[in-house]
């Protein structure tokens, strides 16, 4: 197992950056392929970017495309969410999620495609 902590939360303006940490634990790091979704209230959770095990590809949901990126970092086992020109409908709880592990390295975008969760970091943007 994989055990998941976030960090990096805020309040910021909008047009303004945060970013985001995902510490894990247990496991080894490489193992997992990773993602940020977040959740807005009254809303479902949503893909925000995912990450291939050992870094090489990334994706992103069209509404943050130019503005966020994901790294990760194996020799820490940290993953990152750097984002910029922060807009309103980007406040939501962000979330950090690996899938089972040991899987082929991919990124990976579907809720169910992952099975361990951080419990969330709150981003609020005011405009």
């Known amino acids: 197992q994989v055990q998941l902590v976030e960090s990096g939360g805020g309040l910021v303006q909008a047009g303004g950056s945060l970013r985001l940490s995902c510490a894990a634990s247990?496991?080894?790091?490489?193992?997992?392929?990773m993602a940020w979704f977040r959740q807005a209230p009254e809303k479902q959770r949503e893909f925000v970017a995912g990450?291939?095990?050992?870094?090489?590809?990334?994706d992103y949901a069209n509404s943050v495309k130019g503005r966020f990126t994901i790294s990760r970092d194996s020799a820490n086992a940290a993953m990152y969410l750097q984002m910029n020109s922060l807009k309103p409908e980007d406040t939501a709880v962000y979330f950090c999620?690996?899938?089972?592990?040991?899987?082929?390295?991919?990124?990976?975008?579907?809720?169910?495609?992952?099975?361990?969760w951080g419990r969330g970091t709150q981003v609020t943007v005011s405009s």
């Open positions: 247990g496991r080894t790091f490489s193992l997992y392929n």
């Open positions: 990450i291939s095990r050992f870094g090489g590809s990334a």
């Open positions: 999620a690996a899938d089972r592990g040991g899987r082929a390295s991919f990124v990976r975008t579907r809720l169910d495609d992952f099975d361990f």
